[in-house]
Nanobody, 125 residues
Framework: VQLQASGGGMVQAGGSLRLSCAAS????????MAWFRQAPGKEREFVAG????????HYADSVKGRFTSSRDVAKNMLYLQMSSLKPEDTAVYYC???????????????????WGQGTQVTVSS
């Protein structure tokens, strides 16, 4: 599956942004989809993800209550609504997909084989 992320930008602390990820290719609906982010000098980290066989979304503790991920299977779209943004949320955000991810590997970037190009989110204080 091919992925393309968009919607990043610059926002002040406390503001909101919505990221979008368009998926193309056959059987994309059968993929587990997730969001990761990578700040300068840091490893890529899990943000949110939804297993392909249920509607429950898992979140990193650092974004729980502030970020909401949703998926429109009919449109092959994945979204990340980010609210109450903090300067530490500044990073390049990636959408990722995999047909083989299970719950135990949901938060591992190495478990995903399809990646979008990344979109920059900058939060100023």
């Amino acid at each position: 599956v091919q992925l393309q992320a968009s919607g990043g930008g610059m926002v002040q602390a406390g503001g909101s942004l919505r990221l979008s990820c368009a998926a193309s290719g056959r059987a994309s609906a059968a993929y587990t989809m997730a969001w990761f982010r990578q700040a300068p000098g840091k490893e890529r980290e899990f943000v949110a993800g939804m297993l392909r066989n249920n509607g429950y979304t898992h979140y990193a503790d650092s974004v729980k209550g502030r970020f909401t991920s949703s998926r429109d299977v009919a449109k092959n779209m994945l979204y990340l609504q980010m609210s109450s943004l903090k300067p530490e949320d500044t990073a390049v955000y990636y959408c990722a997909g995999s047909a083989s991810v299970i719950l135990s590997t949901l938060r591992r970037s190495s478990a995903y084989n399809s990646w979008g190009q990344g979109t920059q989110v900058t939060v100023s204080s």
